[in-house]
């Protein structure tokens, strides 16, 4: 007898549900009604990073950072996605532009970093010159009568667009609607995303596969175990389940929490716009391939992925405030900081133990219980992005 949610969400073992298996088989055993998870291979082979950047970081749009990190024109980010390095600028017309990081003369390298170009790039070689918006504007000791065309080697651009306040980029040249790679919940327009500020950022070195990073994110079976501290503010995870029982999309917060701090309570002000659903409930999203976002009462803290290697991913984090409880001189957020520290820190240190096991001869696959059902969605959603692995011998 299958149970309920395996016939109704998680129907068939996961490698088969695009390509026939990646892996090994499943092993007959004691949990075998219950479906497999991706096989172990996916977590390191570099043939599997090499498909992924190809079909998944390549293809869809990928979030790069803030718009408020370029708030001026000649403002510049330099960012690289997975391998591949791009500029993102802001224009004289304020418009944001993404480009490849590549002067066209000879394929230099043309930005570092991030700051202000002021009104043009100019390549550290030959001092070929890009205006903001991509054009090649001078090419010294190189007249157009020599033959060069100027029109003809503008910097490549790159798709981007923008949603709440993230800058997303797309190496595709018809990337799908972003939309179309967000996580179910629309219940995020009263947190005003988009108009909310950075107060405060983080990065981490993980050793860890990215989807590794993902299906900790989607399950809580971990919680009672890894998260001492957030069970007391979410008495829901000490059951190891992120479902609700009455089935509504967020999770509540203890009794008069309104925040993630040691003791639930905050001394920073509730988001004017959120409506008394929103105020004891603490709501989670994802954009695929990249972005995950937690929202609270008080802040909404961000962490965007940076596939590096296949067993290896920086995570870049901000925690967002209205621009208003910024400005008070009496801000003081380290209690929220902090404490996303902590969850993050007993996140990948749990995340790099599982990365370190997916090489042994002794695991192959696992297996998902029924508290794993977002862990199955995520990686269903992983396969049918990424298509069938190249055949192992
Ligand atoms: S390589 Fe950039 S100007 Fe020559
Ligand atoms: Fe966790």
């Known amino acids: 007898m299958r149970p309920w949610w395996y016939m109704k969400t998680m129907s068939r073992d996961i490698g088969s549900e695009v390509d026939g298996g990646t892996g090994p088989a499943p092993e007959p055993g004691p949990s075998h009604e219950l479906p497999s998870t991706l096989p172990a291979r996916d977590y390191y082979d570099e043939a599997i990073f090499a498909l992924e950047t190809e079909r998944i970081f390549h293809r869809s749009w990928f979030c790069v950072g803030r ?98 306040g993230f800058v997303f980029v797309a190496l595709a040249s018809e990337p799908e609607p972003l939309e179309r790679q967000m996580s179910r919940w629309s219940g995020y327009g009263p947190y005003r995303i988009g108009r909310l500020r950075t107060a405060h950022r983080d990065a981490y070195d993980v050793a860890a596969n990215w989807k590794i990073i993902h299906e900790n994110y989607n399950e809580c079976l971990h919680c009672p175990k ?72 008080d802040n909404v803290f961000y962490s965007i992925l940076w596939p590096t290697a296949s067993e290896r991913t920086t995570v870049t984090c901000g925690v967002l405030f209205e621009a208003s409880t910024i400005a008070d001189r009496d801000f003081d957020p380290r209690d929220v900081v902090e404490f996303h520290d902590l969850i993050n820190r007993q996140d990948w240190s749990v995340c790099e133990r599982a990365q370190k096991g997916q090489r042994s001869r002794g695991y192959g696959r696992g297996v998902y219980p029924p508290q794993d059902r977002y862990v199955y969605e995520f990686d269903l959603k992983y396969l049918r992005a990424r298509g069938p692995a190249p055949h192992v011998p």
């Open 226 to 297: 890894v998260h001492p501290e957030l069970v007391k503010l979410i008495p829901l995870y000490r059951r190891g389940t992120l479902v609700e029982p009455d089935g509504i999309w967020g999770n509540r917060l203890a009794e008069g929490a309104t925040s993630f701090t040691p003791t639930g309570r905050s001394r920073l002000p509730v988001l004017p716009d959120l409506g008394s659903e929103e105020r004891g409930v603490y709501n989670g999203m994802t954009v695929f391939p990249n972005l995950i976002l937690d929202c609270f009462p």
């Open 67 to 164: 718009e408020e990190e370029i708030p001026a024109p000649g403002d510049f980010l330099v960012r690289e996605v997975t391998g591949e390095s791009l500029v993102v600028a802001r224009d004289e017309s304020r418009t944001l532009r993404a480009f490849y990081n590549v002067c066209r003369h000879r394929g230099t390298r043309l930005c570092e970093g991030e700051g202000s170009a002021g009104r043009a790039f100019v390549c550290p070689y030959h001092a070929w010159t890009y205006a903001l918006d991509g054009r090649l504007v001078a090419t010294p000791n190189v007249p157009e009568s020599a033959g060069l065309d100027r029109d003809q080697y503008g910097l490549r651009a790159v798709a981007l667009t923008t949603w709440e």
